[in-house]
């Protein structure tokens, strides 16, 4: 199993491509896709769109893990990550690959044995479980790379 990991937004989009091999978890590719803050929404969903129609097309994953949208208080907010998931969910099955979302209770129970860890125990975590994060990822790319452990946990383990 080759997943393409993400960790969902519109300003920021973390990515990671994973596979389970040899009993461990390894981390192909990741980075965080960064938008123009000051563009139109539907320009930075482009922007996203084609950053993520690259990495499938030049990574050739087979699953999608995403995590789901978490509702905070910022219902605009909610509203650009909702329509950033939509585009992300319909480009993966273009290329016909199974698509699985994790909430974010269930990443950090993956991770880390815990349910309501903070975000430094899960990069922590990420950072023992997969040695070769980039020393300078940010913390989409650590979420990301997490959701890809989570995924790999779950339906990885006997590809």
């Avoid at 070769?132 to 590809?159: M, S």
């Amino acid at each position: 199993m080759r997943v393409l990991a993400v960790d969902p937004g519109y300003d920021r989009l973390g990515v990671a491509i994973m596979e389970f091999k040899n009993g461990s978890e390894h981390l192909l590719y990741s980075d965080c896709i960064e938008t123009d803050k000051t563009a139109p929404l539907s320009e930075r969903l482009k922007v996203i769109g084609d950053h993520f129609e690259a990495l499938l097309t030049t990574h050739s994953p087979d699953t999608l893990a995403i995590e789901t949208l978490f509702f905070n208080k910022n219902q605009k907010t909610a509203m650009g990550v909702a329509q950033a998931r939509g585009i992300l969910m319909y480009l993966a099955q273009t290329h016909n690959c199974r698509v699985y979302e994790f909430g974010p209770q269930e990443i950090k129970i993956a991770v880390t044995g815990y349910g309501k860890s903070d975000k430094n125990a899960v990069i922590d975590m990420v950072q023992r479980l997969v040695p070769n994060v980039p020393l300078k990822a940010l913390d989409d790319e650590y979420d990301a790379i997490a959701v890809g452990i989570t995924c790999l946990a779950h339906y990885g383990r006997n590809q």
